[in-house]
């Protein structure tokens, strides 16, 4: 899944289409554009990072790269649950300060890829400004059933991004 990163412009809701990695995160089902990741891995040793923000679970050592781990689900303020053998990493391209960085994403598991035509993706409701409602770029709807895409470059964010590269 190496495949290069891409920008979608959500702002006019063109580029929205396409194929998205789905899964699950609690009783929640989210994508993520398929162009950002580039693989996705069984749990592994995470190695803790002291002086990092609590979703920062730590760090992994992949084939010699040093590759931040990102908590979904405590970045999400959702309860905490036992890994099992479905929980897994999704390494994914984000916009740093100096590039592309390489990111980890902890999930309950990882469904399907899948394809979604412009259509039958929804803008994200408005939610008020009170809500942290920005990195989700839209709706999907798959056999009657909604998937909340999200921009994964707002997910990890830019500054986030910046201490994520000085941690690896």
Same mark, same amino acid.
């Given at each position: 899944?190496?495949?290069?990163?891409?920008?979608?412009?959500?702002?006019?809701?063109?580029?929205?289409?396409?194929?998205?990695?789905?899964?699950?995160?609690?009783?929640?089902?989210?994508?993520?554009?398929?162009?950002?990741?580039?693989?996705?891995?069984?749990?592994?040793?995470?190695?803790?990072?002291?002086?990092?923000?609590?979703?920062?679970?730590?760090?992994?050592?992949?084939?010699?790269?040093?590759?931040? &781990? %990102?908590? @979904?689900?405590?970045?999400? /303020?959702?309860?905490?649950?036992?890994? =099992?053998?479905?929980?897994? #990493?999704?390494?994914?391209?984000?916009?740093?300060?100096?590039?592309?960085?390489?990111?980890?994403?902890?999930?309950?598991?990882?469904?399907?890829?899948?394809?979604?035509?412009?259509?039958?993706?929804?803008?994200?409701?408005?939610?008020?400004?009170?809500?942290?409602?920005?990195? &989700? %770029?839209? @709706?999907?709807?798959?056999? /009657?059933?909604?998937?909340?895409?999200? =921009?994964?470059?707002?997910? #990890?964010?830019?500054?986030?991004?910046?201490?994520?590269?000085?941690?690896?």
């Amino acid at each position: 899944m190496g495949a290069a990163a891409q920008a979608v412009d959500i702002s006019s809701g063109q580029g929205m289409g396409g194929k998205y990695l789905t899964f699950a995160l609690g009783a929640e089902e989210y994508g993520i554009i398929i162009t950002k990741v580039r693989e996705i891995i069984g749990i592994m040793e995470i190695t803790a990072v002291p002086h990092t923000p609590d979703f920062i679970k730590g760090v992994i050592n992949l084939r010699g790269r040093v590759i931040p &781990i %990102v908590e @979904l689900r405590v970045k999400f /303020g959702m309860e905490l649950k036992p890994y =099992d053998d479905r929980t897994c #990493i999704i390494v994914v391209d984000v916009v740093g300060p100096s590039g592309m960085v390489q990111v980890g994403m902890l999930v309950d598991s990882v469904s399907e890829v899948v394809n979604m035509a412009a259509q039958d993706i929804e803008s994200p409701p408005d939610f008020g400004a009170a809500a942290h409602a920005d990195n &989700i %770029v839209g @709706l999907g709807k798959i056999k /009657g059933k909604l998937k909340i895409l999200l =921009d994964v470059d707002k997910v #990890i964010g830019h500054s986030l991004a910046a201490t994520l590269t000085e941690i690896a």
